[in-house]
């Protein structure tokens, strides 16, 4: 057995799982030890954990947001059998069919959750994490003030970050940043995922689409958008991107703005991953135009 599922094993004993038999590892995620923990009688559950875990409330933070998600937003996500400082364990779902009807129905799902949890405010009552950095969520009633402050400009006192920005790249994002409302229209606040590329979309024992690892805020919709867009989504996922703009009335130049939206990601992926998988290379091609010319 290998060390990261002795750890998984050892942590669903010591939370009380010791029906659990053995750990299988599974495959996709970036931040957490993840597997299948085998249980007595054939069944099976989902666990991860984290050698050190960022903090103490993180797992707790991700259950509540995928318990809000299923609640208040109506969107399936796996049910919560365990969260605790060490351990998260959820029931089990299914890979997402590679289907265009399954990504039709996606885009329904998250029209809903988009156009029915509008928020006076921007934020979350507490911060969560985008794997193992703090996702800042200090309320503001501006939403450019919102996603420049606790988007963007978060990310410029993390280390690695640090060392992969010059000076100047760090001035124009705060240049990017002041322009934020010429360059994106004003939109509610809405309750979104938060992390939503195509391996955190799964589905549901009957094929339903499921999500899975939320850092859910109250934000701008096209934060989620813009995470799928830009991740290289599934050739059959295209009937999403055309339905989830008909269902929420996106205008034209949608597609022009991804790349400044999920500039968010890109720069937590930088504060985390060595190599970035160049998202150094992406976050400079994005800032290009607000440098200044000599």
Known sequence: MTEPTSLLLSRLHAA????????????????A???LGRRGDGTAVFAKAFGEPPSGVAFAAEAEGLTVLRETGGVATPDIILADRDLLVLSVLQPRPGTEAFWQQLA??????HTTTRNPRFGWHQDNWLGRCRQVNTWEDNGYEFFAQHRLLR???????????????????????????E????????????????LNVMATADGRPALIDPAVSYTWAEVDLAHLWTTAPP?????????????????RDWRERMP????????AVIAQLVPDRGAADIVRATLAPFRRRP
């Open 16 to 31: 009380g799982l010791t029906d659990v038999v053995a750990v299988e590892p599974a495959t996709g995620g970036l931040a």
């Open 33 to 35: 030890t993840a597997g």
């Open 108 to 113: 329904h799902e998250l029209a809903g959750l």
């Open 155 to 181: 990310w410029l006192g993390e280390p690695r970050v640090e060392e992969a920005l010059t000076p100047a790249d760090r001035a124009a994002l705060e240049r990017l940043c002041e322009r934020l409302p």
């Open 183 to 198: 360059l994106l229209p004003v939109r509610p606040a809405c309750l979104t995922h938060g992390d939503l590329w195509a």
């Open 235 to 251: 050739p059959e996922a295209r009937a999403f991107f055309e339905l989830y703009a008909e269902l929420t009335g996106l205008d």
């Open 260 to 267: 400044i939206l999920q500039l968010r990601q890109h720069l």
